[in-house]
């Protein structure tokens, strides 16, 4: 799998072993975090989320997910020079599937949770209007982090 010990090669290895973080961390919240979620009532749902995303906004965070998006870059622009088409495959599924859709959809969806008053009485409503988009997109996430740790281990 590893031909040569480049840093190219390196940097996809890191970038592999990140999108498994990341993908982990989407599937954590699809099978376990959401699903958690949707056994309380609304409001409390809604208060519990909007410390999760507050909670996860860390410098551990940051690091995994910023430095993932960043080695994905790299090697999605120095394919050419060294590695496979299934590292920049990996890269792009990863980027796109991974990170675009958390910048155009769940980010979004987050702020919108948490202009919410915590108190109020829409609370509720706005969870209502949260969850289901939150948690399908929050499943292409998952699948495409997967597929695209995968296909840059492969690569």
């Known amino acids: 799998?590893?031909?040569?010990?480049?840093?190219?090669?390196?940097?996809?290895?890191?970038?592999a072993i990140g999108a498994g973080l990341v993908a982990g961390l989407f599937v954590a919240f699809s099978m376990a975090v959401m699903p958690?979620?949707?056994?309380?009532?609304?409001?409390?749902?809604?208060?519990?989320?909007?410390?999760?995303?507050?909670?996860?906004?860390?410098?551990?965070?940051?690091?995994?997910?910023?430095?993932?998006?960043?080695?994905?870059?790299?090697?999605?622009?120095?394919?050419?020079?060294?590695?496979?088409p299934l590292r920049l495959v990996g890269a792009l599924v990863l980027l796109v599937g991974a990170y675009v859709v958390t910048a155009a959809v769940n980010v979004p969806l987050n702020n919108a949770l948490d202009a919410a008053d915590p108190d109020g009485p829409g609370l509720g409503t706005a969870w209502e209007r949260y969850a289901g988009p939150w948690t399908r997109w929050n499943h292409v996430r998952a699948l495409a982090a997967t597929a695209g740790a995968v296909l840059l281990m492969l690569g």
Request: aromatic share 6%; net charge positive; charged share 5%.
């Open 36 to 84: 958690g979620l949707a056994r309380l009532p609304a409001a409390t749902a809604a208060a519990a989320m909007q410390q999760i995303n507050r909670a996860i906004l860390n410098p551990v965070f940051g690091l995994v997910f910023g430095g993932t998006a960043v080695l994905a870059v790299v090697v999605a622009a120095t394919t050419g020079v060294t590695g496979t």
């Open 1 to 15: 799998m590893w031909v040569g010990s480049g840093v190219l090669d390196v940097v996809a290895f890191v970038a």
